[in-house]
């Protein structure tokens, strides 16, 4: 793990953001530069899990949220949830879920592994006893399969024409077994690269 401010990782994975969310998926989101996409959420208190390969080009990404300020469940889709959500200091909401969209097949269910095995045990070191987040019901589905505790925290929810789910995963001492069970845990290896980057909060 490699942490502090990488700069090139952080572009290369605001770049990928771009090509994915905007340009691939359409989403009517802010772009700087005509080049990078961030949002609001993009500030003090945002860390993230970045893979890349050897040459530094972006392979997964991932951005974790604070729940005790504001963030993405509780500021644009508190009508996801049934009851109130997990939250506080040891609870992270995982956004911008971001695999490269020029990788296919095995590489990219390589990525995606790699990135879930990160952000397990990203939680796991950081003493954290889960994620919420926010997806599409066929990537929740997809997402509640890999070997982990996962339940849902309301039903599926019709969100400007397009159908939402929030979702809780669980951190435990059980995760990694879990996700091994399934095949899914797979720890980056070299010549591949992992960077936690974590802003300082305000």
Known sequence: MIYGAEGAAMRAMFRARKEVFIDLLGWDLP??????????????GAE??????RDGAHRASARLLPTDTDHLLSAC?????????????????ITRFCLSRHHRGAARRLARNQLVTALAEYGLAHDLTG???VAAPAWSEQIMTFGWRCKPLGP???VAG???????IEIDGDTIAGLKRT?????PR????????????A
Do not use: N, W
């Open 156 to 158: 599926v929810v019709s």
């Open 48 to 53: 993230y899990v970045i893979l890349t390969d």
């Open 31 to 44: 772009v700087l530069a005509g080049e990078y996409e961030l949002d609001q959420f993009d500030g003090p």
């Open 162 to 168: 397009q159908a939402l789910v929030a979702i809780h």
């Open 190 to 201: 070299l010549p591949e690269q992992l960077s936690a980057v974590a802003q300082e909060r």
């Open 131 to 133: 994620f919420t987040g």
């Open 183 to 187: 095949g899914v845990y797979e720890p």
């Open 77 to 93: 889709f508190p009508m996801l949830c049934a009851a109130p959500p997990p939250s506080g200091p040891a609870v992270r909401e």
